[in-house]
Every structure is written in C-alpha cells, then in structure tokens.
Nanobody, 126 residues
Framework: QVQLVESGGGLVQAGGSLRLSCAAS??????????MNWFRQAPGKEREFVAT????????YYADSVKGRFTISRDNAKNTVYLQMNSLKPEDTAVYYC?????????????????WGKGTLVTVSS
C-alpha cells in the first residue's frame, strides 16, 4: 500500500512555472519499488498521461504535449516525486494527479496504475 499526496498547484500566468510535489508513504514496500507517474485531467476531458519515471529515476518518458517543457524527477531518500513545469500554457490547466505502479514498470495508461493521489489544481491564465 502507498498513499500519495500532491502539492504545489496554483494559479500562474502563461509562460510561468510551477513545481508539483508528490509525497509517498509506503507500507510493506519501499518507495523505490514503484514506478511513478503524473497524469492530468482538464474539465470535461478524460484523464491523460503526462510523464513517467522508473524506480531509480534514470529513465523518463513524456507526453508529446509537454516534452521539452516539463521535467519529472524523484528523490528516493525523501519518498517524493516532482514535476517541474515551465513555459506553461492555458491548455495545461487541469487537476494533476500522481500515480504509482506496483510492478515497478513505467507506463502511460490510466488503467495500469495501482495507486492515485487526490490531485492538485493547476490553472494557467492567458
């Protein structure tokens, strides 16, 4: 079991930056057992993949829509995964969710995730 709590969302102007954090508390297994991911869901739209990072942090993968602007990272000593978001656009407005995958494999599908946080809202004004 792992509990995930996101923070760092807020209101920012287009072109600005935000850094999201996801703190994990795991029981029975260490944080490094999980591949970690960020998804987002805009109003009226389905939840979509944003970024994923493997257990060691040495491999990452991004959705085309955020590639070159967003960076996912993790600090395994702090049981935390981050999403640095730069050059934000109004279309990045969404609730951002942290998700963990218990088999430790990176993935991009919502249905492949085992644990979810409650999300943090990011609003980008034009």
């Amino acid at each position: 079991q792992v509990q995930l709590v996101e923070s760092g969302g807020g209101l920012v102007q287009a072109g600005g930056s935000l850094r999201l954090s996801c703190a994990a508390s795991a029981s029975g297994r260490t944080f490094t057992s999980y591949a970690m991911n960020w998804f987002r869901q805009a109003p009226g739209k389905e939840r979509e993949f944003v970024a994923t990072i493997n257990r060691s942090g040495g491999s990452t993968y991004y959705a085309d829509s955020v590639k070159g602007r967003f960076t996912i990272s993790r600090d395994n000593a702090k049981n935390t995964v981050y999403l640095q978001m730069n050059s934000l656009k109004p279309e990045d407005t969404a609730v951002y969710y942290c998700a963990g995958r218990a088999d430790g494999l990176v993935g991009t599908k919502v249905e492949g995730m085992d644990y979810w946080g409650k999300g943090t809202l990011v609003t980008v004004s034009s």
